[in-house]
């Protein structure tokens, strides 16, 4: 405005030129009330400089550019789980992304419980016209108060015991992509796994893995077809997965076993994505050595945020497990996400004794609050036969 009332000033400045050789007189004084005029409105204008955004627009601009939001680079606010069953978990993470999709990726937390970890990540640049990818990973975690009810879907949830979990993990992966959508991947870790009871009842010596410091070489192959937009939040397509898993504890003690898992998401999008229909499968199956057991800690199990929600975290645990789920979703807006769902679960300790009866099941409703291709926040209520229960996630369910 002050630079448009000097423009104008300085516009008139040959008319009234003109007028003064014409009327001298009369054009004297108004020639001086311009001069003043102009004068006061160029000293506004340098005072005012250059218009910048307000506190609050800076605000929303470092908001817009985390990593969480943009994809950006930088430190980040975390939030989500240490493990299951610790209860909710804050933190921050820095992500640095780097040529040719190569990234690094540190965060930690602390959960409501005092669990903690600490977890970092390196994708090294795409190889082979972006067909070969490798990466590595290592984490170390403490987890407090983990619950173990005992084997099997009868387990009595008054026989619950907590121990804590305290595992370091070494991972490196190489991923080959042949075509689009489809990658196989190989996979090395070597894992510390360490576990801890303050008290032990005569009737809890059976728990196989408890008190005990375990290693293990873990080797996986993994056939994957993921033709869904992005991995965080995504309205259609669907995944399929396949894994094969030789766990070896490395001191010869007997707990080495093999492990199968698959699993399958499809989305099926109504009216321009704004609902969708979800479905998941899920079956982990695990075979032991002669006369060796699965430990405790790493064996399948049913109850958490997205595995038999309505369930205690960690509720059933066995051998072998089933799970399947059923989402109506739609979204009443841009950034969230409403959800009714059923789940249904089976533990076993032997996979012909899977029973169509035997399954458990929950329902509910839930809210995701997500980006376009990430979820930030998911609230639930779910309701099992054993009661309701409410879980805080950062991540979609499948």
Do not use: C
């Amino acid at each position: 405005m002050a630079a448009r009332r000097v423009r104008r000033a300085a516009v008139a400045w040959p008319v009234i030129a003109a007028l003064a050789i014409t009327f001298p007189g009369a054009i004297a004084a108004q020639s001086t009330r311009v001069e003043a005029i102009a004068e006061e409105q160029a000293g506004k204008a340098r005072k005012l400089g250059t218009e910048g955004p307000s506190q609050a627009e800076q605000v929303i601009r470092r908001v817009l550019r985390s990593p969480l939001l943009s994809g950006g680079d930088g430190f980040y606010p975390w939030f989500g789980s240490v493990y299951n069953g610790t209860g909710m978990a804050i933190g921050a993470g820095f992500l640095k992304r780097l040529e040719n999709a190569a990234s690094f990726n540190l965060q930690t937390g602390i959960s409501l419980n005092s669990s903690m970890v600490i977890r970092g990540s390196f994708v090294a640049p795409e190889l082979w016209r972006g067909m070969l990818q490798l990466d590595a990973n290592a984490q170390w975690l403490d987890a407090r108060g983990v619950s173990f009810y005992g084997f099997g879907q009868d387990s009595d949830r008054l026989n619950r015991q907590r121990f804590d979990f305290g595992p370091t993990e070494i991972t490196g992966n190489v991923t080959i992509k042949p075509v689009k959508f489809v990658a196989v991947t190989g996979t090395y870790s070597f894992l510390d796994v360490d576990t801890h009871r303050d008290r032990l009842r005569p009737s809890e010596r059976g728990a196989p893995g408890l008190d005990a410091e375990l290693n293990y070489h873990v080797t996986r192959a993994t056939a994957m077809f993921d033709w869904r937009p992005a991995t965080g939040y995504s309205t259609r397509g669907g995944f399929y997965r396949a894994s094969f898993e030789r766990n070896r504890e490395a001191r010869d003690r007997p707990y080495s076993f093999n492990l199968q898992e698959y699993e399958a998401v499809q989305q099926l999008p109504l009216v321009r994505e704004q609902f969708v229909l979800a479905a998941r499968g899920l079956m982990t199956l695990t075979t032991t050595d002669r006369g060796d057991a699965v430990p405790i800690v790493l064996s399948p199990y049913l109850g958490s945020g997205s595995a038999l929600r309505g369930y205690a975290n960690r509720r059933f645990t066995d051998r072998n497990r089933v799970l399947l789920t059923g989402e109506y979703r739609w979204r009443p807006s841009r950034y969230l996400d409403m959800a009714l769902f059923i789940d249904a679960g089976q533990v076993a300790a032997h996979r012909r004794d899977f029973d169509f009866d035997g399954f458990d099941t929950a329902w509910g409703i839930g809210a995701r609050f997500h980006g376009p291709s990430f979820t930030a926040l998911r609230v639930e209520l779910a309701r099992g036969r054993e009661g309701i229960r409410l879980v805080f996630a950062g991540s979609q369910p499948f």
